[in-house]
């Protein structure tokens, strides 16, 4: 006798989610929690008829489909590109998207794009603006697929901005774009792209930063990591910027920053041949943390060197240009 994928009231029983999960599973997502689909252009936030757990009745927005996930059991939330243009296929926000629960996770469908991910989260340019765009206070999250873009809003910001910000531990960020200060009116002291202040944090293959945007504001970045975050790790991450200043630079460490910020195969692309240019002289902006900055082959585009003024808290392996920072192993040193 065939299972029931049905109750009286037309609602999905058990034997349907796990069927829905076997076949997720089969396609690369395992899980012992729900499957929650979100599609900004054509879902509707409703819990009628199986809401949400099937593509065709799919949520509408995050917020809809964070409310119905439960935290630590690995319940995935499938945010589903539905066309090129970013007015249908990107979930926008009237204030910041807190993602506050455990172990869910946040799942772009899309083709993968690396500088921006078609599944997309956004600030609405009707609503007033807002300082936060998307703040990770969860534990235990993994976010892949994901395009964040804080662009303008309806008024012009007055405080400091950021697109994402970590506060929550162990948590993964894989293919993801991650772009701040998107508009002149976001380009306010204090503003990135990202900033990170919880432990162990890991970002595999995202872009970060924005290089259609002039960053002409003193004290901007498209990294902040702060607080006494420890060992945050970025591999295979591209850091793009758009500076006109010599004095900018691309990533703030602070002074209570614990054990080690490790770069692996980092790319540092400054942009050049565009009106305002300017090379900044460094990438990093340290002078005190509790551990090091350590980085591994490196590549750097339109800057001076990866620290300017001798700073004894990067270590690098593999970076032709050891004056100015301390090499690590006998190819640090090689001419």
């Not at 991910?117 to 340019?125: D, I």
Request: aromatic share 8%; hydrophobic share 45%; net charge neutral.
């Amino acid at each position: 006798m065939s299972q029931q994928l049905l109750n009286q009231a037309g609602v999905f029983t058990y034997n349907a989610m796990n069927a829905l999960n076997a076949l997720l599973a089969s396609q690369g997502i395992v899980t012992q929690g729900n499957v929650w689909w979100v599609r900004p252009g054509t879902g509707v936030d409703s819990l009628a008829a199986g809401g949400g757990q099937t593509p065709a009745s799919a949520f509408k927005t995050l917020t809809f489909a964070l409310a119905q996930a439960t935290a630590n059991q690995n319940d995935v939330v499938l945010l589903c590109a539905e066309s090129n243009t970013a007015g249908s296929t990107t979930d926008y926000q009237s204030s910041v998207l807190t993602w506050n629960k455990d172990l869910v996770h946040l799942i772009g469908i899309n083709a993968g794009s690396f500088c921006s991910p078609r599944s997309r989260v956004s600030n609405a340019a009707a609503s007033n603006s807002f300082a936060n765009l998307f703040t990770l206070s969860a534990n235990g999250c993994l976010i892949s697929g994901i395009e964040f873009f804080q662009g303008k809003g309806a008024t012009t910001l007055s405080a400091a901005q950021t697109a994402v910000t970590v506060s929550g531990s162990r948590n993964v960020f894989v293919n993801c774009a991650i772009s701040g200060i998107g508009d002149s009116t976001l380009d306010y002291a204090g503003s990135n792209s990202l900033t990170v202040t919880g432990d162990d944090t890991t970002f595999i293959n995202c872009y970060i930063g924005l290089d259609t945007q002039v960053r002409g504001t003193a004290a901007t970045y498209e990294v902040s990591i702060a607080g006494t975050a420890a060992r945050t790790r970025f591999v295979d991450c591209e850091f793009a910027s758009y500076a006109n200043s010599t004095s900018w630079r691309a990533v703030s460490i602070g002074a209570n920053v614990d054990r080690f910020v490790k770069f692996i195969r980092p790319v540092f692309a400054a942009s050049v041949g565009l009106p305002g240019v300017a090379i900044p002289a460094g990438v990093f902006s340290v002078s005190a943390m509790n551990g090091q900055v350590q980085v591994v082959q490196p590549a750097l585009f339109g800057y001076g060197l990866l620290a300017s003024g001798g700073s004894t808290l990067v270590k690098v392996l593999a970076y032709q240009n050891a004056t100015t920072v301390q090499g690590v192993g006998a190819s640090a040193a090689s001419s």
